[in-house]
């Protein structure tokens, strides 16, 4: 079965870097493009980033273009989320998704709290 497990999350003050890691299995993960999403306490759940299946093309929410990147290693089957200059705003928890055959399937979440 789909499986990702995130990892990477912490608390790192304002101005801060952080990497996220997601493990993905059970798919062709190289045949998939994959997404960083975050919820915030009593907000929706957004998109921060996207990537296409062999990594050609990636897009990013307008509040973190510039300070993230979103990569992946289709030999590992892990997809990143690099995170500079994070800001409180950034606290958040962060899930990874694939959207494969009209489903969607996240991990479990790894929690970001930026704070001085």
């Known amino acids: 079965q789909v499986q990702l497990v995130e990892s990477g999350g912490g608390l790192v003050q304002p101005g801060g870097s952080l990497r996220l890691s997601c493990a993905a299995s059970?798919?062709?993960?190289?045949?998939?493009?994959m997404s960083w999403y975050r919820q915030a306490p009593g907000k929706v759940r957004e998109l921060v980033a996207g990537?296409?299946?062999?990594?050609?093309?990636?897009s990013y929410a307008d509040s973190v273009k510039v300070r993230f990147t979103i990569s992946r290693d289709n030999a590992k089957n892990t997809v990143y989320l690099q995170m500079n200059s994070l800001k409180p705003e950034d606290t958040a928890v962060y899930y990874c998704?694939?959207?494969?055959?009209?489903?969607?399937?996240w991990g479990q979440g790894t929690q970001v709290t930026v704070s001085s």
């Open positions: 998704n694939a959207y494969i055959r009209g489903t969607d399937y």
């Open positions: 059970g798919f062709t993960f190289s045949r998939y493009g």
């Open positions: 990537i296409t299946s062999a990594g050609g093309s990636t």
